[in-house]
């Protein structure tokens, strides 16, 4: 069974940095993409960055110059660096990985709260 643990959440003040790690009970070659979303109260799990396992990347609009995602293979981890904190990035931000199969798994999720 696919596990993965998130770490690295916390509270930071606006302006200020925070990475996020992600640990897969699997190898990374298990996986087509990674990725970590993020939701906050009555809105919908929204796509943060992703990237697959060529490298490729992708990212929200909202995030696009602040947020860096990257995966160390021979750990099996992903993280994601995040810079320029706003407030409105306040969230639970979950890990999720798509295996070949197109089956995803998702982690239990970190709370990142931007607030002075």
């Known amino acids: 069974q696919v596990q993965l643990v998130e770490s690295g959440g916390g509270l930071v003040q606006p302006g200020g940095s925070l990475r996020l790690s992600c640990a897969a009970s699997l190898s990374m070659f298990s996986f087509a993409t990674m990725g970590w979303y993020r939701q906050t109260p009555g809105k919908q799990r929204e796509l943060v960055a992703a990237i697959t396992s060529g490298g490729n990347t992708n990212y929200a609009d909202s995030v696009k110059g602040r947020f860096t995602i990257s995966r160390e293979n021979a750990k099996s981890m992903v993280y994601l660096q995040m810079n320029s904190l706003k407030p409105e990035d306040t969230a639970v931000y979950y890990c999720?990985?798509?295996?070949?199969?197109?089956?995803?798994?998702w982690g239990q999720g970190t709370q990142v709260t931007v607030s002075s």
């Open positions: 999720k990985a798509t295996d070949w199969g197109r089956h995803d798994y």
